[in-house]
Structure formats: C-alpha cells, structure tokens
C-alpha cells in the first residue's frame, strides 16, 4: 500500500458543486487515470480516499488537501499529470507527496487558514473607518456565537480563540479583506459567521447574502 496526500486548488467555474459532488469528481478521476486506489473491506467497499475538509458551495481556494491509499507505487510527477488529465476544468493538483510512517490525519495536522474575502457594505466608510472597526472587534476579549446545535438549541460560544487576524485591502465600492483563522481540536468557525459577529458587536457594518464571495489563500498543515 502507498499513501500519497495531495494539494489541489478550485476555481469559479466549479465553486457551486457540493463536497459530495466534488468527492465523485475525485473518484471518476482516479479511476479515468488507471491509479490504482485501494477499497474498505467489507460488503459495500469504499474508496480509500479523504480530504482535510469539506470545501462548502460557493467556495473557491488555492489550497486544498486529500490523501489517497494506492495498491501500487507510482511516480509523483506521473501521478499528479495522469490525475489532472482526468480531472474536470475548475479542479486541478498542484503538488504530492508520499507520506511515510504513522503520521496524523488531514485534519488533525490543520493548523490555520487565509481567506480572501469580498463583502458589500452596509453603508460607506474609508479604509481607515473600516480598520477602526475591526480593530475595536478584535480588541474584545469574547466573541459570542450564538448557534443552533443539532438538536435546535441555541448554544453560545467563544469564538475569539478562532480569530488570529483580520486586515482590510480595500473598502471602496466593497470590502477586500484578509481573514485568518486558526484550528484548535479541529475545529473553527466559518467566515460568514465571523462577519456576523461583527455585525452583532460593532453595528450592521457587512452585508451578509449571496453576493459574499470567499476564496482560500492558504490552508496549513502542521509539520510532523
């Protein structure tokens, strides 16, 4: 068996596909390129392939994760060239690697993200206006959340510990903004929920609705 984790990137013309569409696309891929992909056992066997995250509808990103298991070695140049051949436009790999030993999950090696972020505003300001504001947001000591959980309840919930860092490029015509966000037991919080609680905190500062557009800059893992 051979482990490789690989890095891919999804681009606009594929941002409205769900992460379980994505996964098929994946595995028609695999399968289209002759990569040898290893199965579960049992009665109704399953690829042996994973991502570090769900990537949600709408979202665009530099840096994704997955991790296959091969039943044979390949080469990792000839693995990504056969892998993108086989892949639709939008979806593309852009580097592998084999992982060796017993090396932690996907998603237990996540450690932080870069979303570029691009949100109309609820009225005008400068970028320094807007900067204040944030500033102020991240100045508090707790960011309450309030979310339902999967029995309806509202829970609230810190999510300050989330938030490393949030700079303004732009506030003219529409908000540009780098948004950093940590993992902690992996977990975080979603971007829109962020800009949420500004809105709660500093006044109706974003306007939060299908015009929102996120892309991921940077997705990190940890080094083992």
């Known amino acids: 068996m051979n482990t490789i984790r690989f890095k891919f990137k999804r681009d606009e013309r594929l941002r409205f596909i769900s992460h ?24 109704n066997p399953h690829p042996r392939l994973s991502f570090a995250l769900a990537m949600s509808v709408g979202l665009t990103s530099d840096a994704e994760y997955g991790e296959v298991i091969l039943t044979e070695a ?35 090696s996540l450690t932080d993200s870069v979303f570029a972020v691009k949100a109309e505003l609820a009225r005008e300001m400068s970028d320094g206006e807007l900067t204040a504001i944030l500033q102020a947001y ?14 309806g309840k509202l829970v609230a919930k810190n999510i300050r510990p989330f938030i490393k860092n949030i700079e303004v490029v732009s506030a003219a015509c529409q908000a540009e903004l780098n948004l950093s966000l ?43």
Request: charged residues 25%; hydrophobic residues 40%; positive net charge.
């Open 20 to 43: 379980l569409d994505q996964q098929r696309l994946f595995q028609r891929a695999f399968r289209r390129a002759g990569l040898p992909m290893a199965h579960s056992n049992g009665f």
């Open 74 to 108: 390949v080469d990792l140049k000839d693995f990504v060239k056969q892998l993108n051949g086989a892949l639709p436009q939008g979806l593309s790999v852009t580097e592998a690697w084999e992982e060796r030993g017993k090396a932690p999950s996907l998603s237990a």
């Open 138 to 151: 991240l100045a508090q000591d707790e960011i309450i959340l309030n979310k339902r959980n999967k029995k």
């Open 182 to 224: 940590a993992y902690i037991d992996q977990q975080s919080v979603k971007p829109e929920l962020v800009l949420q609680t500004v809105n709660d905190t500093q006044g109706e500062i974003f306007v939060i609705d299908p015009t929102l557009r996120l892309h991921r800059r940077a997705l990190n893992l940890e080094q083992f």
